[in-house]
């Protein structure tokens, strides 16, 4: 009834479609209960709104769950395309953290814009004369493509011209390596590398990367600790590099395939 109203009265609508990908598989390998997950995220793309539409709370979203299904439906009344916009991406923001905070790392937040077929718009158009503008968030799980092998490997990254900074690696595959830091990298950024394996005189591997994820880690007491656990994946790593990781793991984990 109130979506109705709103659009007999022409008021612009926002609609934010939050999809979970995979649901059943996703509430198998998280450990948070559907019911607390689902509450979680009306919380945050509520805060979320209220960040963004302070001066004005009139017209707060309408939340729909389906818990069932990993689904759910949020509509902003009386928000422009701009501020929705504005929403979507801190929600998204708000997301990842939350996952991170949960320690989820492999979760992934992507958005999309519903393009609504003609046809199925006509009606809608010819009965109202509000603006509906169609969002939709999906979450999920990232899909490992190789196997990640705790491995302690010296390795050097070089954020920007002026920085560098050397490590060991935590953990290797042929598509990224996970270490530790006391820099905290951001997202998506990219860096160079410079990986060395312990007793090999294959020449050293050079590859470009990006900053997939990081984690601040904390002590076990609480108290500060200024160190990160970052994951890089390869960006177009040659092929006689991933050659080299691919039997360097395979040797250590005594895979003869």
């Not at 969002?135 to 390795?155: C, H, N, S, T």
């Amino acid at each position: 009834d109130k979506i109705d109203s709103f659009l007999n009265k022409g008021m612009a609508l926002q609609f934010i479609n939050l999809i979970i990908v995979n649901y059943k598989r996703f509430r198998e390998r998280i450990k948070i209960d559907p019911e607390e997950l689902f509450e979680d995220l009306k919380l945050i793309m509520d805060t979320a709104f209220k960040g963004i539409h302070k001066d004005n709370l009139k017209g707060l979203p309408l939340i729909f769950t389906d818990i069932k299904n990993g689904k759910c439906s949020i509509i902003f009344p009386r928000l422009t395309e701009r501020e929705n916009t504005g929403v979507i991406h801190l929600f998204k923001d708000r997301i990842k953290n939350y996952f991170m905070g949960q320690k989820v790392e492999s979760a992934f937040v992507n958005i999309g814009v519903l393009s609504c077929p003609d046809k199925a718009c006509l009606p809608v158009i010819r009965r109202f004369s509000a603006k509906i503008s169609v969002k939709e968030v999906y979450i999920g799980l990232k899909m490992r493509r190789f196997e990640r092998v705790l491995y302690k490997a010296k390795v050097k990254i070089f954020p920007s011209k002026n920085e560098t900074e050397t490590m060991q690696t935590v953990d290797i595959s042929e598509g990224g390596i996970c270490f530790i830091t006391r820099k905290p990298l951001k997202t998506d950024s990219r860096i160079n590398i410079r990986l060395e394996f312990d007793k090999t005189k294959e020449p050293v591997i050079h590859a470009r990367a990006r900053v997939a994820w990081i984690k601040k880690i904390e002590l076990l007491s609480g108290g500060p600790f200024n160190k990160y656990k970052v994951g890089v994946e390869f960006i177009d790593l040659e092929s006689k590099y991933r050659k080299v990781i691919s039997r360097e793991l395979r040797a250590y984990t005594g895979d003869k395939t």
